[in-house]
């Protein structure tokens, strides 16, 4: 089992930017991040594939950066241009492939491994 850990959520006005981190434990090579604001279901973010490759939802292209670092020990999630429809729990997640979701490819919602998640607030 892969342990995950998100930090780096906070509070922010529409504009800024947050870099999230979590760190992971174990060799679960397909991995992203989800969120999920009040009475919204949880909706994927980014993905990161076992060979590298990224996808974004349409609503954070070209905002958010998916990435890790050479060690695979931590998955960063940059944001950028922050709106206050971006408020919401984030979560990272690790699966041993990843599934395709809306076009891309992500972590199973099913069979992934999830970090307890982490607060962003973007007021306007």
């Known amino acids: 089992q892969v342990q995950l850990l998100e930090s780096g959520g906070g509070s922010v006005q529409s504009g800024g930017s947050l870099k999230l981190s979590c760190a992971v434990s174990g060799a679960r090579l397909c991995r992203g991040w989800f969120r999920q604001a009040p009475g919204k279901r949880r909706e994927e973010v980014a993905g990161?594939?076992?060979?590298?490759?990224?996808y974004y939802a349409a609503s954070v292209k070209g905002r958010f950066t998916i990435y890790q670092d050479d060690a695979k020990t931590t998955l960063f999630l940059q944001m950028n241009s922050l709106k206050p429809e971006d408020t919401a729990m984030y979560y990272c997640?690790?699966?041993?492939?990843?599934?395709?979701?809306?076009?891309?490819?992500?972590?199973?919602?099913?069979?992934?491994?999830w970090g307890r998640g982490t607060q962003v607030t973007v007021s306007s």
């Open positions: 990161l594939t076992n060979d590298g490759r990224t």
């Open positions: 997640a690790a699966d041993l492939v990843c599934t395709s979701v809306n076009g891309g490819y992500y972590p199973s919602e099913t069979f992934s491994d």
